[in-house]
């Protein structure tokens, strides 16, 4: 008995319905059912049915789940051999199993799927079978597959397994993890015919774990290289795994051919890992490294380096022979912030020898001299007070000073009130709005050299020292438009030693000794200042402009500090110079803290910001139909005048700009004015230059600087966020390249965008110094007008090329210039950097596979500041 349907219901009313229409009407061996899905029932019974009685008839078990399937053209069910045939786009689901072919068919007798493609009227094959198991997606040929034992045998197999895809000529499935491959290649380029492939002749596969195959050997478009392993080993998992960790090789001019980062990764847990490494040179230096990260979710993470080296330059038994020994340490550790609000420990500490970094490998290493450390914890001591401690260190490696702070500690109260109720009723008194707050520090320094480090003359070199500090300030609200602001600061500082000075006329000099014992002094300031903010609004009845808006900021000062440096307060002293004059000195000059101001300060400052904006006609609003354009985004002018002073009375008149035109171009301009005349040396004089050279003002020691920068970027697609770049699905590789590989010297980044088709950023400054300021800081001409450029642009759909560049018109001069060159070759990419002239004159060149997983698959050469034709 034979059924052909053109879509079906359920198999087990298809036996009810046939059955049926045998016994009472004896017709044809066909039924035609007009629904769109069929479905098998798990364990149903059929049931024939005559006029005389009815009969149940047990069916034998079929699936044990519920199987759902359809085709476009025809479903045929086989009634004597329990088979269904399914033509065009047929489809099969059932628990996490899917499938897709242009033709199905499945036995029930011993539950044996196949599934291969079909023809069109030209011969040409399509639909080809496509299997989902459990998430894991499997395109082939042809498929046979046994539902019981979840065995199944593929032939022309390409399937996704992590960052790559396997092809297969003949795969043979033991279970829904694990299948045997029989001739096949593994490759990260998603093509059906890829670009590039390891081949190997069998491998096992666990799906989502890894891929081990026997004899493997490299092709590049099919033609195999001499290239070859005798097995490999391809992880695929969530989780980290245990690995050895592939060199780099190359020459270097100083120490001859390498392995570079030779090593084995360890995955400790899911929390911790590490990687021992080492690099290896044939002049017989060495060095040995140890990685360690930790991560645990919502509490913290870090990591800790730890390298030893052993570098030996020249040749032995001669006086340019060289045998170092260097090291250096890094820690990191950082708390997340919902392990303890109240509380935070983190670390950041990096100590290197003197002598790491002329040996260093990477860029950034090889030109930092200074290196810096810190660990730090602090904590809230209730509602009210926190506290915090350091460790700071500090070292320059080419002088050797170190700097350390051993400890650094704090304790600070927050803003309280201590005039306001508890329950108060109706308006605030102006008193109650007073704020009072505390901080005290205690700081304990050494200063010395890395030499005199662990010797006892370190503590001569060791400062100390605690402040107290009491700012109470209050706000009031004046005239309802004036904002009153009063504030009064006391300071107290606490020494363990004093410095006593005094000229010796044996030597013409004055001698400085420290006096061991407890001193302090304190001092204290008032301030208080008065703004407001005034808006002025001009309309225009008519005409392309609606209405031009400026908001002036008003501001007045004065602060006053008296005189501490009377020596009857006891923090100043003074000696007799050998004229006789009295020179007047701190006692605590050499204090962490500092000393109390000498001399007498009342200030007046006054300051004016202005704000300038404009509304005109925009047919881009359909709401108001008006937009807004910024005129000037700041304009501020401040100075002031000292009414203590017997002479220079004015401070500086500061000018300060900034405003963006067209939304391309950004201005920024500022500039310092003195009123008074300069002698030779640069220094004020008492004159004014209105008397001397009939000015009001006239430029000061300060830099006088413009700056203009245009941005410009050519129309393109929306730009991909971060998350989506690495999202293979989602971004193709012509759209948004990402690489590993990237010299930190590189334009592009590691980012290439193609969306855009062009970026360029210009920026032109100008500065000027004073001529004394230019020859204190070493310049030969106190002018400088640069011209700066960069940019990118795509030459092609797959070139594209950076740049970086700028000219000092004044000095004659190019500034620090870059070009970068990239090409997207789809699964690989190529990279050039090249530095055209100038200390890092070099150039870098890499052709890599994208994929992180194959990051060792590339080749590179470079001739840079640091190796010499090196590859």
Sequence with gaps: ???????????????????????????????????????????????????????????????????????????????????????????????????????????????????????????????????????????????????????????????KEGEGFLHGNQVKKIDDKTMFISGGKFTTCDLEHPHFAINFSKAKVVA??????????????????????????FPFTDKEKSGFLMPTYGYAENRGYYLRNIGWYFAVNDYVDFALQADIYTNLSWAGNLKSSYNKRYRYNGGFELRYEINKM????????????????????????????????????????????????????????????????????????????????????????ISLDLPSVSLSSTQFYPFRKKKSKGASKWYEDITLSYRTSLMNSINTYDSLLFKKEVFKSMRNGMMHSIPIQSNIKAFKHFNWTNSISYTERWYLNSTVKQYNPLTDQVDKDTIMGFIANRDMSFSSSLNTRIYGMFTFKKGYIKAIRHVINPSISFSYTPNFSNPSLGFYNFYLDKAGNKVFYSKTEDGLFGSPPSGESGVIGFSIGNNLEMKVKSSKDTVTGETKIVLLESLSLSSGYDLARDSVNWQPLRLNARTTLFKKLIINFNASYTPYAMDSLGRLTNEFLINKENKLFKRQNSQWDLNLSWQFSGKGEKKASREENNNADKISPTEMSYSPFIN??????????????????????????????????????????????????NLTPKW????????????????????????????????????????????????????????????????????????
């Design 208 to 233: 989502q774990d890894k891929i081990v195959t026997g004899p493997a050997w490299f092709s590049i478009m099919d033609i195999p290289l001499p290239l070859a392993v005798p097995f490999g080993y």
């Design 314 to 401: 020249g040749i032995a038994n001669t006086p340019s022979y060289r045998d170092q020994k260097d090291f250096r340490f890094r820690w990191s550790h950082n708390q997340d912030q919902k392990a303890n609000p109240n509380s935070n420990f983190s670390a950041n500490v990096n100590l290197v020898s003197n002598t790491f970094s002329q040996n260093a490998v990477s860029a950034g290493d090889y030109f930092n001299n200074t290196t810096t450390s810190s660990i730090a914890y602090s904590t809230k001591l209730g509602d009210k007070f926190s506290f915090t401690a350091n460790l700071g260190e500090s070292y320059n490696v080419n002088t050797g000073a």
């Design 1 to 159: 008995m034979f059924l052909c349907i053109f879509p079906v219901v359920s198999y087990s009313q298809i036996i009810e319905d046939t059955v049926q229409r045998n016994e009472d009407t004896a017709q044809p061996n066909a039924v035609l059912i007009s629904q769109n899905e069929e479905t098998i029932q798990p364990n149903e019974d059929s049931i024939s049915q005559n006029k005389d009685s009815v009969k149940t008839v047990s069916k034998k078990k079929t699936f044990e789940s519920r199987v759902n399937y359809s085709a476009k053209d025809s479903i045929s069910i086989d009634m004597t051999d329990k088979r269904i045939y399914m033509f065009n786009d047929s489809k099969i689901k059932m628990d996490d199993i899917e499938l897709e072919a242009g033709y199905i068919s499945i036995s029930f007798n011993d539950k044996i799927l196949h599934a291969e493609s079909i023809k069109d009227s030209s011969s040409n094959k399509s639909q080809y079978p496509n299997f989902k198991e459990k998430g894991t997606e499997y395109k082939s040929k042809e498929i046979d597959y046994n539902f019981d034992s979840k065995k199944g045998l593929i032939k022309g197999v390409f399937t």
């Design 800 to 871: 594209k090329i950076g740049f970086s560049s700028g000219y000092d018109f004044i000095n004659k001069d190019y500034t620090y210039t870059s070009i970068d060159f990239y090409r997207d070759l789809h699964c690989w990419e190529m990279r050039m950097n090249w530095v055209p002239f100038g200390y890092r004159q070099g150039w870098n060149f890499t052709i890599a596979v994208k994929a992180s997983m194959l990051q060792d698959l590339k080749y590179e050469l470079r001739n840079d500041f640091r190796n010499r034709a090196t590859y």
């Design 744 to 793: 930190p010297n590189e334009i592009l980044g590691t980012y290439v965008d193609f969306t855009i088709p062009w970026s360029l950023n210009l920026g032109l400054n100008y500065s000027q110094l004073s001529n004394f300021v230019a020859r204190i800081a070493g310049y030969e001409t106190n002018k400088s007008a640069t011209l700066t450029v960069r940019g990118d642009v």
